[in-house]
C-alpha cells in the first residue's frame, strides 16, 4: 500500500475529503522502510487504527545478507521511536526466526531489539521460518538438508496450515536445536503484552 508515497498520500487525501467515516486495519502490504511522519500522519487522519510491521529480525546479517530486506537498524528504531507519538494506534511487530543460519547470537539480537522497541508495540508476533516450495530459503534448505518437512507432503497446504498460530518448525538451523528456537519465541513473546485499554478502545470504535 506504501510503496509509492505519492499515491498512498493521494488516497488518504481522498478519503478525508469524501468525508468517509472508517477505520482500517494494515496487516500486510506496509514496508517500514516507506513509512515517515508524514505518511503516519495522513494514514492515522484517514482513519487507520490498527498498525501491523515487520523489522523482520534483530540481527543485521539474518535480515539484509540473508532474508535480503535492505533495511537498517537505525531506519527500525527511528520508526518505532516516531511512532510513540501516536498513543492511539495499535502497533504489532513481526518478526521470523529459525534460519538456517540462525545462531544463539543472531537470537539474541533479535531479543535486545524487541526489548528496546517494547515501549513502542502492543504486540509482538514471533514466526518460525516457513520455506514455501519454490523460494530460493527452500531450495537452499533442501541443499543443505535443513528440511523437517516430510518431501512427499510438499503438495499439501495443510503442511503449512496455520503456521502462524503453531510450534512448527519447518526448518532446522545448523547451530541450534529445535527446543532453543521455542523457548526463545516464549521468552520474546513474554517482553511484550497487549495494552488492554488501547485494544479495547480500538475494538470498541465502530468499523
Given at each position: 500500500m506504501t510503496l509509492s508515497k505519492e499515491?498512498?498520500?493521494?488516497i488518504c487525501e481522498k478519503i478525508r475529503e469524501?468525508?468517509?467515516?472508517?477505520?482500517?486495519?494494515?496487516?500486510?502490504?506496509?514496508?517500514?522502510?516507506?513509512?515517515?511522519r508524514e505518511v503516519m500522519d495522513a494514514l492515522t487522519g484517514a482513519g487507520l487504527i490498527r498498525l501491523y510491521v515487520a523489522p523482520e529480525h534483530g540481527s543485521s546479517y539474518i535480515?539484509?545478507?540473508?532474508?535480503?530486506?535492505?533495511?537498517?537498524?537505525?531506519k527500525i528504531y527511528e520508526f518505532f521511536d516516531m511512532i510513540k507519538d501516536y498513543?492511539?494506534?495499535?502497533?504489532?511487530?513481526?518478526?521470523?526466526?529459525?534460519?538456517?543460519q540462525e545462531t544463539k547470537e543472531t537470537l539474541q539480537e533479535t531479543y535486545d531489539m524487541v526489548r528496546k522497541i517494547r515501549d513502542s508495540l502492543?504486540?509482538?508476533?514471533?514466526?518460525?521460518?516457513?520455506?514455501?516450495p519454490g523460494t530460493e530459503i527452500f531450495n537452499y534448505c533442501e541443499k543443505h538438508n535443513r528440511l523437517l518437512i516430510p518431501i512427499e507432503d510438499l503438495h499439501n497446504l495443510e503442511t503449512f496450515s496455520n503456521y502462524n498460530y503453531s510450534d512448527n518448525n519447518f526448518v532446522k538451523p545448523f547451530g541450534l536445536e529445535i527446543d532453543e528456537i521455542k523457548?526463545?519465541?516464549?521468552?520474546?513473546?513474554?517482553?511484550?503484552?497487549?495494552?488492554p485499554?488501547?485494544?479495547?478502545?480500538l475494538s470498541s470504535q465502530k468499523t
Open positions: 499515491r498512498t498520500l493521494k469524501r468525508g468517509l467515516d472508517i477505520q482500517f486495519t494494515t496487516i500486510n502490504g506496509v514496508s517500514l522502510k516507506t513509512l515517515d535480515r539484509n545478507e540473508v532474508m535480503g530486506k535492505n533495511l537498517s537498524d537505525n498513543k492511539d494506534l495499535f502497533v504489532r511487530a513481526f518478526f521470523v526466526v529459525g534460519y538456517p502492543d504486540s509482538v508476533a514471533m514466526f518460525n521460518l516457513v520455506p514455501y523457548e526463545f519465541r516464549d521468552k520474546c513473546h513474554a517482553l511484550v503484552h497487549r495494552r485499554k488501547s485494544y479495547d478502545k
